[in-house]
């Protein structure tokens, strides 16, 4: 294999091995489909940057294109965001598009498999559906409706339409084999009664396309080359497939090409909550002031904060496209943006914690403007001129009357120079009653040539712009602080991370507006928030010079170690959780909560594509039920999104008898 071909991630090597067996170029054709429920976070943007990112290789048009098949859920507001965001990150689609765009279309053909037997009017309930559906383990069996007549199953699928039933009274399913070995192969729901107006449009329908039926037809009528998903999808493939292959007898002169399904991993972040749910309560306690809070995971609140879009599209190609799920140390993104900031970000001088600095052998009625460098790194950057007067403010902690021959910083008989203009010794200190140091008095000289080992920042005190800096820190204390069975993740909480400091930055600032990046000298990373006004500045920090967190891995990572020790066992997680289905509605209280502490500890090594087959495990084996919603819920908080199965799961377990299920369903809705 050549070097250039090693090179390749996998999906590349497949579409690279398509081109190589004739498929023209041209041809290809990829699109990035969210959901509008919702605001995009950190993990979607691998999604977005994989198949834009092939599209810019490929030279390849990418679709964006909302699955909006959902009205009780989608808003216009989630729309425009997910557009502005797209936008930001630097990418551009091809077409806008939206599932509801092809409703007529998806209808006509429904109608057709209706025609052909293919697709068939039920009119049982959830309930006795799921009983039939059958098991991993054991075969489903056939409705009473599964035979209906064409004309039958034509005439209620057109009444259905026409608004004449009501929610839940009918829905539209495909015919394909009760007995399949994979259960979403067992005559999957294609339409359900929903009286609810759609963002786009209106009021025209009341039955809404499920997502396994709209998502692949959707693709095949863009002509889609590759559609590219993430792993929980994998199972969905067989369907995907049968879909298609029969809407193509139908359309296969004007759609002549069949999409090809594959999968990848998520991005999962460490020191990051990566669910909704739980995204959601961190909104509603208030412990984040909304969904752009700069220490929030979502793309606008990455934004706010200063991250850049090329740190971002750095980062996720810096992550690469993996085929099984990991966790991505936060601080890789960290290091992304240190980049690109130290590149372009001009340097300037703020003191967040002032201390006094008196000058004595200045002029007190002279100031000076002196020149500073914007950027050494950036030759285009210029000079700059900053102020220099007889009364300065320097960082608290540059400071100290006493210190060993390691402190760098000023002490008392020390030099240091100061940033841009002279050096200084301290020679006194003034202090109040308390003993506490209020000033320094320093001495000045004008032979800047001398080697002198310290170099600090500063601001004069009668030119400094007073401004609020909201300093941020992981939101986070633990690196997986959602993984404790024991614990809830709100227990690590880092309550330090937010200080706001009244700080003093020099004037040239002052014209400083909304979104501009600046590095404060020996301090950080920092952009102007939202919130600031030209009498009022307000600073976000978006990140430190350096890593303040890389000695506090090894701990935790060998506290991890053990963890997972603890959890190894010759047979795979999700057997071992099974196991506990048999019994679990049977255990008295005390034996259901250690088991349930158990599975969850297991749930973090299973498998969406694993747990998924659970889902249609028949009524009476309520057991079985409940240590799968215990499961997915684990899975959810871990950062896995909601697709149509998983909701009509919860929703079916919500109506159910079992008030043990019903409780454990009531959390995940």
């Known amino acids: 294999m050549s070097e250039d071909k090693k090179?390749?991630?996998?999906?590349?090597?497949?579409?690279?091995?398509?081109?190589?067996?004739?498929?023209?170029q041209s041809k290809l054709r990829f699109r990035f489909p969210p959901e509008p429920n919702g605001y995009l976070h950190i993990g979607h943007t691998k999604a977005i940057g994989i198949s834009f990112g092939l599209g810019e290789k490929y030279n390849a048009p990418v679709n964006l294109r909302f699955d909006d098949t959902n009205p009780a859920k989608e808003e216009q507001e989630y729309v425009d965001a997910i557009k502005e965001d797209i936008s930001w990150l630097g990418y551009k689609w091809a077409n806008e598009v939206y599932s509801s765009d092809y409703f007529q279309i998806l209808f006509d053909w429904a109608v057709q498999l209706i025609k052909d037997g293919k697709a068939y009017v039920d009119s049982q309930s959830s309930v006795d559906m799921a009983e039939q559906k059958g098991t991993p383990t054991q075969p489903g069996v056939d409705g009473p409706f599964r035979n209906r007549t064409v004309a039958e199953n034509l005439d209620l699928f057109m009444r259905m339409k026409n608004g004449e039933f009501n929610e839940g009274e009918h829905i539209l399913r495909a015919k394909i084999d009760m007995q399949h070995p994979n259960m979403l192969m067992r005559d999957p729901l294609m339409y359900r009664i929903l009286k609810k107006a759609h963002h786009r449009t209106g009021d025209d329908w009341c039955i809404y396309p499920?997502?396994?039926w709209t998502h692949g037809e959707s693709d095949y009528i863009e002509q889609i080359s590759h559609s590219l998903c993430s792993l929980e999808f994998k199972p969905h493939r067989e369907l995907y497939d049968w879909f298609k292959e029969q809407v193509y007898d139908y359309s296969k002169s004007e759609y002549p090409m069949q999409p090809k399904q594959r999968e990848f991993a998520r991005l999962n972040l460490?020191?990051?909550i990566m669910s909704k749910r739980k995204?959601?309560?961190?909104?509603?306690?208030?412990?984040v002031n909304g969904w752009d809070d700069p220490r929030m995971p979502t793309i606008s609140g990455l934004r706010r904060r200063g991250f850049t879009p090329t740190a971002i599209r750095k980062f996720v190609e810096t992550v690469g496209?993996?085929?099984?799920?990991?966790?991505?140390?936060?601080?890789l993104l960290e290091f992304c943006i240190r980049e690109d900031l130290n590149k372009k970000a001009p340097r300037v001088m703020a003191v967040l914690d002032p201390l006094k600095v008196v000058i004595t052998n200045y002029p007190e009625d002279k100031e000076e403007w002196l020149e500073a460098e914007n950027n050494q790194e950036d030759d285009a950057a210029g000079f700059r001129k900053v102020p220099f007067s007889r009364e300065i403010y320097i960082e608290k902690e540059d400071f100290k009357e006493e210190a060993s021959s390691k402190f760098f910083r000023l002490k008392l008989g020390g030099e240091v120079r100061?940033?841009?203009?002279?050096?200084?010794?301290?020679?006194?200190?003034?202090?109040?009653?308390?003993?506490?140091?209020?000033?320094?008095h320093c001495t000045y000289s004008e032979d800047t040539e001398r080697r002198?080992?310290?170099?600090?920042?500063?601001?004069?005190?009668?030119?400094?712009?007073?401004?609020?800096?909201?300093e941020y820190d992981r939101l986070f204390l633990d690196e997986a602080p959602?993984?404790?069975?024991?614990?809830?993740?709100?227990?690590?909480?880092?309550?330090?991370?937010l200080k706001i400091i009244d700080a003093f930055v020099e004037p040239s600032l002052k014209e400083a507006k909304v979104g501009e990046q600046f590095q404060f000298q020996r301090l950080g990373y920092f952009n102007v928030d939202n919130d600031s006004k030209a009498d009022a500045l307000v600073f976000n920090k978006t990140v430190g010079l350096r890593d303040s967190w890389a000695k506090q891995k090894p701990a935790t990572n060998a506290q991890n170690n053990q963890q997972k020790q603890t959890q190894q066992n010759n047979r795979p997680a999700i057997e071992q959780i099974k196991s506990y289905g048999k019994k679990y509605d049977r255990m008295k209280p005390e034996q259901q909560d250690k088991a349930k502490a158990e599975i969850q500890a297991l749930a973090k090594d299973v498998a969406y594509q694993d747990l998924e087959p659970l889902f249609g495990t028949a009524v009476k084996k309520v057991g079985t039920r409940v240590i799968t919603m215990i499961t997915l819920g684990v899975l959810l908080d871990n950062g896995l999104d909601k697709n149509e199965a998983i909701t009509d799961f919860i929703n079916k377990a919500l109506e159910d008898k079992s008030e043990l299920l019903v409780n454990e369903a009531k959390a995940l809705n």
């Open 482 to 497: 959602d993984s404790h069975e024991d614990k809830d993740f709100m227990e690590f909480i880092n309550p330090n991370s």
């Open 7 to 24: 090179s390749l991630n996998f999906l590349e090597q497949i579409i690279e091995e398509d081109l190589t067996n004739g498929l023209d």
């Open 270 to 272: 460490s020191y990051t």
């Open 418 to 440: 100061l940033k841009n203009a002279y050096i200084i010794k301290a020679d006194s200190v003034v202090k109040d009653a308390n003993g506490n140091i209020t000033e320094v």
């Open 279 to 287: 995204l959601l309560r961190l909104v509603e306690e208030g412990i």
């Open 210 to 212: 499920m997502y396994d």
């Open 321 to 331: 496209v993996a085929k099984r799920d990991n966790i991505i140390d936060v601080a």
């Open 452 to 470: 002198i080992k310290g170099t600090l920042h500063w601001v004069s005190i009668k030119h400094a712009v007073k401004a609020e800096v909201r």
